[in-house]
């Protein structure tokens, strides 16, 4: 089980693809489009036939095949690959260029597969992979300049092109980084309790799911007394009561717990290096000074305490019950015999909180 929540950590060059396999993707899409393209463009050199167009349309037919190629190689392979992310990202640039020095003009029909790389360098793998394929299609672009024929008479047009493929890439690196800036908004707002701004269940969910020892408890606590601040002064003290309460808890628990809202009146905190109940009850002791300090919301007086429900998380692992589900409602039935005995109560899950019932 956890001891404390550490955020996921993507591979640095995710940016969009936050979902599935983007490289099989990608090399997917280079048999399917570079097929499509073979088929549309022999149909051109068929219709205008040339040497510089047969050319092209061998060369295009070589990119269908080291597609397939890559293609069969992310199938067998079970992990991603920098190194060949890097050696792909040159390739399929380098590809245009070989398409635009063998065909020239026959080959400005096919320009647009530089911008469409740049996209798909951006949009898969981020900013670092753009730059990369940018810098490549600009050196593409150079040695046209310099080495072949019909662009070295069309030096003003190879200008053009480079200054669109820089232009361009700016453009997709500042939009790579609002639509990364929006989905860690998005996954924030998902994971956040909207009232208190801890945590909320979803979240405590994957810090559990994703904990990797078994040196922790989870305490659940439910406010003893917040029901008669609702009935008394309303729902809108109530709710800076539990922001009072939310606050104090992020503030004062050590930086090595982690705290959540499950909703209502109930909170949660996932105490970390705690490996008996001593520590455990170091904890509770600090959660119920904390209450005890909350005396006035809005200049009235309240009097809450806490009702702890605590679930070391080796006795969840004892019971072969590691889940967030029976964590929790172990901790829960705690929590209630806890509320039995009184106000300010704290008591720990036993072997028989972990059954069903």
């Known amino acids: 089980m956890e001891q404390a929540h550490q955020p996921v950590r993507r591979p640095s060059g995710l940016a969009w693809a936050g979902q599935g396999n983007p490289e099989r993707e990608q090399a997917a899409l280079r048999v399917w489009m570079g097929a ?19 050319l092209v349309t061998r060369v295009i037919a070589m990119y269908v095949c080291y597609g397939a190629g890559t293609l069969l190689l992310v199938n067998r392979v079970s992990s991603a690959s920098g190194k060949r992310l890097t050696m792909t990202t040159i390739v399929d640039q380098s590809f245009v260029g070989l398409l635009l020095a063998v065909g020239g003009a ?3 029909p096919l320009l647009w597969a530089m911008f469409w790389f740049l996209i798909g360098a951006g949009c898969r793998y981020g900013k670092r992979t753009l730059a990369l394929s940018c810098a490549t299609a600009l ?3 150079i040695g046209l300049a310099c080495w ?11 200008f053009g092109l480079g200054l669109s493929v820089l232009a361009a890439s700016v453009y997709l690196s500042v939009l790579v980084d609002r639509l990364g800036n929006a989905n860690r908004d998005l996954a924030r707002q998902a994971s956040t309790d909207p009232l208190t701004g801890l945590s909320n269940r979803y979240a405590l969910e994957r810090i559990i ?36 309460f939310a606050q104090l808890l992020k ?11 499950l909703g209502g009146d109930e909170f949660v905190v996932l105490a970390r290096n705690v490996r008996d109940r001593g520590a455990v009850l170091a904890v509770t002791d600090d959660i119920h000074s904390m209450l005890a300090s909350i005396t006035t919301v809005q200049e009235r007086s309240v009097n809450v305490s806490a009702s702890i429900g605590a679930c070391l998380l080796s006795s969840a692992a004892e019971a072969h019950q590691p889940g967030m589900s029976a964590v929790l409602r172990a901790a829960d039935r ?10 300010g109560k704290t008591v720990f ?9």
Do not use: C
């Open 36 to 54: 499509a393209v073979l088929l549309a463009y022999g149909a051109y050199a068929w219709r205008f036939p040339s040497h510089e167009a047969m």
């Open 106 to 108: 026959a080959a400005l």
């Open 139 to 141: 050196l593409v672009v």
């Open 148 to 158: 072949q024929p019909w662009w070295i008479v069309n030096r003003p047009i190879a």
């Open 209 to 244: 799911d994703q904990s990797g020892n078994d040196s922790a408890a989870l305490l659940l606590i439910d406010l003893d007394g917040f029901k008669e601040v609702n009935d008394t002064y309303g729902h809108a003290v109530g709710d800076m009561l539990l922001q009072s």
């Open 251 to 261: 503030r004062k628990t050590r930086n090595s717990d982690s705290v959540a809202r």
């Open 334 to 343: 705690a929590m209630y015999r806890a509320k039995s005995l009184g106000v």
């Open 349 to 357: 899950a036993e072997t028989r909180d972990f059954e069903l019932h």
